[in-house]
């Protein structure tokens, strides 16, 4: 089993940014998918950025035009840039392959948005 770690969430006013960061093994990462899920108490986990090994992104609607992934191959790490932040946005955020492999979900880290 291989968890992944994610970092960089925290809290923030609203409008403001965050950029998250998620450092993965290279045997799971360097040809896949890889991407940013989040969850709010309730609701279903959400996908809500992808990115293909060649850089090829997709983001959810909510998303759009606010946050931007990206990924480092040499240093295996998938990031998430996070601007005009909104109350909604709120949420543990998690990086995992795309689909999500069960084993590797990490702990997750936290986004508050809060005025």
């Known amino acids: 089993q291989v968890q992944l770690v994610e970092s960089g969430g925290g809290l923030v006013q609203p409008g403001g940014s965050l950029r998250l960061s998620c450092a993965a093994p290279g045997s799971i990462f360097s040809i896949y998918v890889m991407g940013w899920y989040r969850q709010t108490p309730g609701k279903q986990r959400e996908l809500v950025a992808f990115i293909t090994s060649e850089g090829r992104t997709n983001y959810v609607d909510s998303v759009k035009g606010r946050f931007t992934i990206s990924r480092d191959n040499a240093e295996n790490t998938v990031y998430l840039q996070m601007n005009s932040l909104k109350f909604d946005d709120t949420a543990l955020y998690y990086c995992?392959?795309?689909?999500?492999?069960?084993?590797?979900w990490g702990k997750g880290t936290l986004v508050t948005v809060s005025s």
């Open positions: 995992n392959r795309v689909p999500a492999v069960h084993g590797y």
